[in-house]
């Protein structure tokens, strides 16, 4: 009953706003009728969860939604660069699940998209301004994603099935460094190798246990 109840004055709320922008009743101010709707359903939708905490699903379509208001808003204004607005869209899309990880500390699996996509949000920032060379950004890619997967790691320290996220961030770490200091060539090589040394390793200690005995 909540539900249908704000839904349907959001709907009414939205209508009377696009028939009053185009009676004129705004004057020379003209706000995008789609940032006002993209953004007052995301409004709702983190309302929703508000209320009701078990609702954790509406924090996605509730954040993503305000983020394209924000895209859309910028488009008029120009406050921000383009690099910038796509960043700040793409944390938009990242954050709600980092939200559901603080929400319930059981859904470890949101700090997957949610860190990947801070990651790539803040690279999106960085890269705006081109100071930054194609190899730097690759190896702060890396390190942001080791980071994300270290993190994890230590959020479930008590899961010992959850040990390959160790092994995920080393490995990100190794071929970050090797970046930075061989060049992106050298580490066309020597990251593969790497790859196949970890993955040699992993199946020692599977077998060799079993060959001993």
């Not at 349907?8 to 696009?18: N, P, R, T, Y």
């Not at 895209?71 to 938009?92: C, H, R, V």
């Not at 301004?129 to 790691?153: C, K």
């Not at 200091?181 to 200690?205: D, E, H, Y």
């Given at each position: 009953?909540?539900?249908?109840?704000?839904?349907?004055?959001?709907?009414?709320?939205?209508?009377?706003?696009?028939l009053?922008?185009?009676l004129?009743?705004f004057?020379a101010m003209?706000?995008?009728?789609?940032?006002?709707?993209?953004?007052?359903?995301g409004?709702?939708?983190?309302?929703?969860?508000?209320?009701?905490?078990?609702?954790?699903?509406?924090?996605?379509?509730?954040?993503?939604?305000?983020?394209?208001?924000?895209?859309?808003i910028?488009?008029?204004?120009?406050l921000?660069?383009?690099?910038?607005?796509?960043?700040?869209?793409?944390?938009?899309?990242?954050?709600?699940?980092?939200?559901?990880?603080l929400?319930?500390q059981?859904?470890?699996?949101?700090l997957?998209p949610?860190?990947?996509?801070?990651?790539?949000?803040l690279?999106?920032?960085?890269?705006g301004?081109?100071?930054?060379?194609?190899?730097?950004?690759?190896?702060?890619?890396?390190?942001?994603l080791?980071?994300?997967?270290?993190?994890?790691?230590?959020?479930?320290?008590?899961?010992?099935?959850?040990?390959?996220?160790?092994?995920?961030?080393?490995?990100?770490?190794?071929?970050?460094a090797?970046?930075?200091?061989?060049?992106?060539?050298?580490?066309?090589?020597?990251?593969p190798?790497?790859?196949?040394?970890?993955?040699?390793?992993?199946?020692?200690r599977?077998?060799?246990?079993?060959?001993?005995?």
């Amino acid at each position: 009953m909540r539900g249908r109840l704000i839904w349907g004055l959001s709907l009414i709320a939205i209508g009377a706003f696009f028939l009053a922008q185009q009676l004129g009743w705004f004057g020379a101010m003209q706000f995008p009728f789609w940032a006002f709707a993209f953004g007052l359903l995301g409004v709702i939708f983190l309302v929703t969860f508000v209320s009701n905490r078990r609702q954790w699903w509406a924090l996605i379509p509730g954040c993503i939604m305000l983020g394209l208001a924000g895209m859309i808003i910028n488009g008029e204004t120009k406050l921000l660069s383009d690099a910038q607005a796509s960043a700040l869209f793409l944390f938009s899309i990242g954050l709600p699940f980092l939200l559901i990880y603080l929400v319930d500390q059981r859904m470890w699996w949101a700090l997957i998209p949610g860190g990947v996509l801070s990651v790539i949000a803040l690279i999106t920032f960085l890269t705006g301004s081109g100071a930054i060379s194609g190899t730097t950004i690759t190896a702060i890619i890396l390190f942001g994603l080791a980071i994300v997967f270290g993190v994890l790691r230590f959020v479930t320290r008590a899961n010992p099935l959850m040990g390959w996220a160790t092994w995920v961030a080393v490995i990100l770490v190794l071929i970050g460094a090797l970046i930075l200091i061989s060049g992106p060539v050298a580490t066309a090589v020597i990251g593969p190798a790497i790859l196949i040394g970890l993955g040699l390793f992993l199946l020692a200690r599977v077998y060799w246990p079993r060959l001993r005995s």
